[in-house]
């Protein structure tokens, strides 16, 4: 019996691939190839591990500072967490007046947007930590930081918030006022919902930049995680470490944020998945 040869197999096509290797297979290797590439740059700095893993616990927020309070990264949290609440309700009402029909209101939110968009926020802390005393108040340096925090970055949401509602089409509120519904029924169970979907990219967006410029804080004195790893730097000689560590800790409160994003975005995006 005569055996024939086993014909070649054919070269694997690029559908194929594509479905032994799906999207999240490409995406999660392709993080990790670039996360490898970005640890041997770091690597290269001859880094001392046992005095990152000494001070980490500290940065982290672990141990509670000196004086019986939070550090670190918990402290951070707590300032942009505070902030973020702050001043997504200046945002949402400095909106509100700049679509309001009233000279006053619209005066109002259109000067404390221009002001606060206008000047750098390292002199905002700067003038509300030392200005306000003279006035007769002295707040604290975190209650400065979280007050300089909201009033920046509540100028900034306010434009988001400005431009989500006037995103959404104006035949919604006539098709809710056809219904019968009331002007603020259909403001925030019809316009407001349907804003959320455009507002939450650009509005997470502006508080990852606000848990990092949290770090401008240090200038008073705070112990959160930018003061930390300058302080631990200075005092061994160990400038690099503690300033990737820092850097690190900051990408994982990032990190975190962007999952927070994409949840909302799921939910809030429940009416307009695409369909291929």
């Not at 209101?105 to 003038?127: E, K, V």
Request: glycine residues 8%; positive net charge.
């Amino acid at each position: 019996m005569t055996a024939f040869p086993t014909p070649p197999k054919p070269p694997m096509s690029a559908s194929r691939l594509q479905r032994l290797f799906g999207f999240r297979t490409r995406l999660y290797l392709t993080w990790a190839a670039l996360f490898c590439l970005f640890a041997s740059f770091f690597l290269s700095f001859d880094l001392k591990f046992s005095i990152i893993l000494d001070k980490l616990p500290n940065l982290v927020g672990v141990h509670l500072a000196p004086n019986g309070f939070l550090q670190g990264a918990a402290l951070t949290l707590f300032l942009c967490l505070c902030s973020m609440l702050a001043s997504s309700v200046l945002g949402f009402v400095t909106a509100l007046g700049r679509l309001s029909q009233s000279a006053v209101a619209f005066g109002i939110a259109s000067f404390y947007a221009s002001f606060f968009r206008g000047t750098p926020l390292l002199i905002q802390i700067l003038l509300i930590y030392l200005g306000l005393p003279q006035l007769g108040l002295v707040p604290g340096a975190i209650v400065a930081g979280i007050i300089a925090l909201s009033l920046n970055y509540g100028a900034y949401l306010s434009e988001i918030f400005r431009a989500g509602i006037l995103g959404v089409p104006h035949g919604q509120r006539e098709a809710a006022l056809a219904l019968g519904m009331r002007d603020s029924a259909i403001f925030w169970h019809i316009t407001l919902l349907q804003a959320m979907r455009t507002i939450i990219p650009p509005a997470t967006n502006q508080f990852i930049s606000m848990l990092k410029d949290s770090s401008l804080i240090s200038v008073m004195g705070v112990w959160e995680v930018m003061f930390l790893a300058q302080s631990y730097g200075r005092s061994s000689y160990r400038y690099i470490e503690m300033l990737t560590t820092a850097a690190i800790i900051y990408w994982v409160m990032s990190l975190g944020l962007e999952l927070i994003q994409a949840r909302m975005e799921r939910y809030y995006g429940k009416g307009h998945v695409r369909r291929g």
